[in-house]
């Protein structure tokens, strides 16, 4: 099936045009936002601003891609080579999920590395991702691994269950920019 979610980079600050530009022609668009601090010169305003910057995500049918391609400020359709990448639905829902529990979101370092966990128990139940430590407070990260990006949401440490997946190991303590990966103890 070709129909499917993409990533489409856009120019830096064209999420929102471009995504209302490929509304405005019918295809289903996904830019996920959340609400950042900004210190002005007299006062901190909250702000909305793009969880993935200079990306789009857009379901569509890749065999139709020259309407999207034409779209402004679209650079590209991300993939490898001739070959477009589709995102998975499950990734785009677990982001939506996070978007709408209303826990604290915020930008998070791509992760590939660590043990996941699935969530049992609050608004974030049934999702799986990585856990980590940040200053004492316990973070689920969830990645969209084709873009390299990922989302942290607050969790509560009793919520949190190890997905056990063959070949990982139990136990684990990584270091990543600083921030203290952590498995069950």
Not at 5 to 23: C, I
Not at 108 to 137: H, M, N, Q, S
Request: aromatic letters at 8%.
């Amino acid at each position: 099936m070709s129909n499917a979610w993409y990533a489409v980079r856009v120019r830096s600050n064209f999420e929102q045009t471009t995504a209302a530009y490929l509304e405005a022609v019918g295809h289903q668009v996904f830019v996920p936002t959340y609400e950042q601090r900004k210190q002005g010169s007299d006062r901190i305003r909250r702000v909305r601003v793009p969880l993935f910057p200079g990306y789009v995500i857009c379901h569509m049918d890749i065999n139709l891609r020259m309407p999207v391609l034409a779209a402004p400020g679209v650079v590209h359709i991300v993939g490898f080579g001739n070959d477009f990448v589709a995102v998975p639905d499950q990734e785009i829902e677990a982001v939506r999920h996070i978007l709408t529990a209303q826990v604290q979101v915020e930008r998070w370092p791509y992760l590939a590395v660590g043990e996941r966990v699935r969530i049992v128990e609050g608004p974030l139940a049934g999702l799986t991702g990585i856990l980590v430590d940040v200053r004492a407070k316990q973070r689920l990260i969830v990645s969209v691994h084709l873009l390299q990006r990922s989302v942290a949401a607050a969790v509560n440490r009793e919520a949190v269950r190890p997905e056990r997946q063959s070949g990982l190991l139990d136990r684990y303590d990584i270091r990543h920019e600083g921030y203290r990966i952590s498995g069950d103890s």
